[in-house]
Structures are given as structure tokens and as C-alpha cells.
């Protein structure tokens, strides 16, 4: 929890040279290594998250690991336990909820998950006043420490994040049928309530990484929108996949080099890059169905579209 | 009801005109009982469906035909009896079967195109990661590709394959989805209400489009239908579900006004049309009004 010197580069429009210098900082090439792995990792899950509608799990498993952060600096552990342990407990409380396709499980799903939330930040103020005011620790607790992070902490999160996506990778499209299809992939044999709860857990372990880097409340910026900006540009399931990294990536990388040049956090660099990302997206997508829809407008004479049979009648 | 049921339980094999009627029947269920949660869904059912043979589960709300469709399928045990699908213990015969549940619409937002739906059916439940690009790059991949496309071309989806599944329009979602369960070339198809929440025109293709499907590839074909009328005139075979017991037979003997009555227990009549067609009037609980048990949610 080292928070490094408020310091502004100058920057001088020599982009190479802007970058040679940004570099010999080893705090910053922590910083890139750390965003990197966070954000491939943070892509990767949360693709699937936004196709299988869990955004509000996915923002309780981040928002929970603050209390287990708090709690465990209050213990005198070290906080990355506490960010892990803090997100898988709360990961294995939302995945013993039934899920279900239908209305009334998915709201009984959405009220437990809301009522986690709630109490997991009343312990976090609880923990932090049971410390004792470490304020410069709370606001990097919520808002990240992109700038402070050690070798070890950059090895931990690689580790991690390899062991995640290898999960994610053996189980993809067992997962994507499941999400997708839940019925069908179940009598294919597909286990779709263990493929559910291992998602959950992955989900809780990839939010505790990605706390770490952004803070509790900015995990949201890499875990939701990359991969909600990029399933609106594609629905082919790869494309948007491999956009999905990629605008991860890109994301992080802007704004480290941004807020290394500038006096304003990461973390806001990071949201406002992927806010606007996520609105040119959603913005091309209308366009593009509503110019689609009047071209498909013209070519489709309106009897035609209940199949190709012939001899069938036609209202 | 038990005169009745021994007068109608007649071995449906000898009906009329099945292809690729094989020794051995496609499901054979004996003194089969299912019992959800303490209560007896039915039982003592005795079944037999051809090989090849298009047959309809028809029967009143609730009284387990979806529970049937499971049993063979294997997702719901028997409680006592047995049975055997394709010559197999339900459950074991996974990829030859291509199962249809009932009503699924996709979320408008879904972002998975109908193709990718359809490709599930082939190797959606295998571990690991499909490589990207190894669909053009290796034969196996290739062959997929072209079957998947092969399939979407039989139920005529091409047009709007490409596009996202909760975007196109419920028809033509259950088309991609028959192309679903075909994918897997399997021997045998469970259609659990495939024309429900259709309109009337798609109704008569969608089943047009099974049927021959049927008799072309010799595929056995159970369908649970609300509405009778729009299969009416391609069954071999019907299977009635009712009050705890179910019958079976050809459709001539079992879709008759006094056997119909006495099942929904409100009068129908059996009209037959100048070019020999068969319409069932009165029939309870048209698609329209009927709320589903099985998701709990009116629509």
C-alpha cells in the first residue's frame, strides 16, 4: 500500500523519447506489467460475465473484497489474502443460490447478491475504523494503487491470472453452451450447475486481481466495459472475445500513459477510456441496425419472412 | 378409462407406413412409473415407438408429457419399470438424440449469432478451447462447418443465420433450433412443443419441415403438442398422456371423438375434411391460454 510521490512528468511530443523516459521508472514498468496481466484477465472473465448477465455478481465479488483488504490489514495479514478471501466467500455464497432461467429465481438471485453487497461494505467501514484511520489506505483500498506495486505483487497476480485463464480455457465451451443454451447442454451432459458455481469462483478470483489494481469500486472499468463495448461491435462469439482483450489492453495502457503525464489518477483515466469506448460502440451499433433494418426494410417484401416453404399460406 | 386404455393399447409398430421399421424399437418403456417430489406423475405406461416412426405426445396440461420426454432422455429417472432407448438404458444414448425443450426465446440482447447456437449441438459439450480459426485451417474443422451449414440450409435459415439468435423472430429461432438438434446427425429427435407460441402458417411449416425431415433420414420423431391439428395428418403413431396413465396406438384408432372426450374429459369431436383430413374441434387449453407449469411464469 505504498503510495508513490505525487510526481507530473513533462511531457515533450517526443512520443519516443516520452516513452524511453517513462520507462526507466521501475514503478511504471511494474505498472504496465500489472495492467497487462489485469487486463487480459479482466477481458477473459468478463466476457463471459456480460453474456451470462452477471454484472451485479461480478460487482459484489469486487465491492466484497474491500472488507476482506480492510479486514486483513486490521488483522495485520497481508492484503491480497484478504482481497482473495473476501471474494471467493462471497463467490461461494452467491453460487449457492439456485440459477435459474426463470424470472422468479433471477430476482430472488439479484436480492441475495444485493444483500451480500450491503453488508460486505458495513464490515469494510467496520474494519477501517476498527484499525483506525488509515485514510491514505481506504482511498487506495476504493480507488486503486496502479502506481505502488511491487515485484512480488507482479508475480502473484501473473500467477494467478495464468491459472484463471487456464480454467476458463479447458471449460470455455462447456460454459459458452451452458450460458447460451442451459436446457440443451444439460441433456448433452453438460454439468451446467458445477460449470456455474466454477464460474463464480473464477469470476471472485479474477474481481480480488483486479481490485488490487484498480481499487474495489474501479474494477467495473475493465471487468464490464471492454467486453460490453465489444459484444455491441460483434456478435460473433471470437471476434468479440479477441476485442474484448484487445480494448482491455489498449485501455490500461492509454491511460498509464496518460495519468504518468498528467496530475489526475488511473483509475479515472481508466474509466473515462473505457466509458468512451463503451458509447462509440453502443452508438455505431444503433446506427448500423437502424441503417440494417431500413436496408433489410427494402429487400424483404413482407410476406416473405416466415420461411421458404412454398404451398404455405401466408397471413 | 382402464377398458379403454387396454382397448387402445396397441403396439404402435404396426402402424402404417414406417420407414426403416427395424426389429427393434427406437423406446420401449414397460410398466414405466415417474414420481416428482413424492407424487406420481404416472405410471404403469407401457410405450413402444418405432424406428423411423413420427409420433405425438398429445394430452391435457400438466399431466407429464414433458416428464415423459425427460424419462427418455434420461435427465428424470423411472421410479419403477423400465426402458430402453435405442436399445439402450435412457441416458446413455446422448448424442443420438437431438432434444427441442419447450419454449425457449432468446434474450433479444443475446450476442451469439444463430450459427453459433447451431454449432453448439456438435461439440458443445466438449472441454477445451475451440481454436480460432481452426474451423478453415484443419478437415475436421472444415467438415463441421459445412455440416453446420448443410443443416441451416435443410430448415432454410441461411438468410438470417448470421445474425444474433434474440434478434430474429420466434419462427425462425425454432428453426435454428431444429437445425440445432439435427447437427449431431442423431437417430432420433424429442421435440417437447416445437410449434408452441407460433403463428398459424409457421405451425404448418415447422411441422412440414419435421416430418419430412422424419421420413427422409428415417429419424424417429416424438413431438409434444398442444394442438393436434397442425401434426395431424404426418403422425404414425399417438401417445395420449392423461390422468395418470398413457396410452398409445395409430392415430386413427386413438384421435376419435368418444376417446378424445373421455381423455380431456369435455366434448370433442373428430371432424374429417373433404380430402380425408382430420380436425379436431374443441379441444381445451388452445396455445394461446395455457400458462406454463414447468417455468412459472405466465406469458
Sequence with gaps: MTVPPLLVARIDWNISADLHQMLTQHFMVNAFRAGTVVAVLAGAIGWFMILRHQSFAGHTLAVVSFPGAAGAIWLGLSATVGYFAGSIAAALVIAAVPRSSSGRARSEESAVIGTVQAFALALGVLFVSLYGGFLDGLTGLLFGTFLGISDVQVVVLAAVAGAVLVLLAIGARPLFFATVDADVAAARGVPVRALSVAFMLLLGCAAAEVSQITGALLVFALLVMPAAAAQQISPRPVVSFGLTILLAVAVTWLSLGVAYYSAYPVGFYVSTFGFTVYVLASGGRALADRLGTRHLRGALSPGNQSGPRPGVATA | MAEQASELRRVSADSPPAPATSAAPAIKFQDAAIRLGGRTIWSKVDLEVGEGEFVAILGPNGVGKSTLIKAVLGILPLAAGQATVLGRPPGEAG????????????????RARGID????????DRWGLPVPGGSSLFASGREKRRRVEEVIELVGATSYAGRPIGQVSGGEQQRLLVAQALVSRPRMLL???????LDLPNQASVAGLISGISAEYG????????DVNPIVSYLDGVVYVARGGAISGPPDEVITSDALSSLYETPIEVLRTSDGRMV????PEAPAHHTDRHTGHPH
Design chain 2, 219 to 226: 429419424i424417429t420423431v416424438l413431438i409434444v403438442a398442444h
Design chain 2, 191 to 197: 421435440l417437447d412443443e416445437p410449434l408452441d407460441s
Design chain 2, 117 to 124: 447456437v447451431v454449432r453448439l449441438g456438435i461439440d458443445g
Design chain 2, 280 to 283: 379436431v374441434v374443441g379441444q
Design chain 2, 95 to 110: 448424442h443420438e438424440i437431438g432434444y427441442l425443450p419447450q419454449r425457449r426465446s432468446f434474450d433479444a440482447n443475446l
